[in-house]
Every structure is written in C-alpha cells, then in structure tokens.
C-alpha cells in the first residue's frame, strides 16, 4: 500500500515528449487561427463580390 502513497514521478524523457506535443499542438493552434483569418477575410470579400453582381455569370 505504500506505492498508492508515493508520488507519481514522470520519466525525464517522456515529460519532455509530453512537452515537445504541447508545444506542437500550440503551435498548430495559432497557425490554425491565423488560416481561419485568412479565410474570414476571403470570405468577406466573395460576399461583397457577390453582392455587387460579381459573380453572377459564374454562380448561374
């Protein structure tokens, strides 16, 4: 029973795996947000376009 009472230690290696995924995956995030930007504005413009009769020979 004296294990339960112990503290969990983490391996030296797989903390810094454990790391290195976070960081990834923050990474990942904020390239994601900034693509989702892109594509907001991307939008933003086809509705204007839209909107002007732009696009009226494409979309009929």
């Known amino acids: ?7 969990f230690i983490v391996p030296h290696d797989e903390r810094i795996a454990e790391l290195n995924a ?3 995956l ?4 904020i390239r994601l947000k900034e693509h989702i930007g892109t594509l907001e504005e991307e939008n933003k413009y086809l509705k204007y376009k839209v909107k002007r009769g732009g ?3 494409i979309l009929n």
Not at 1 to 7: A, I, K, S, T, Y
Not at 26 to 29: F, G, P, V
């Open 1 to 7: 029973m004296d294990e339960l009472n112990e503290p």
């Open 22 to 24: 976070l960081l990834f």
């Open 26 to 29: 923050r990474n990942e995030n």
């Open 55 to 57: 696009f009226y020979g």
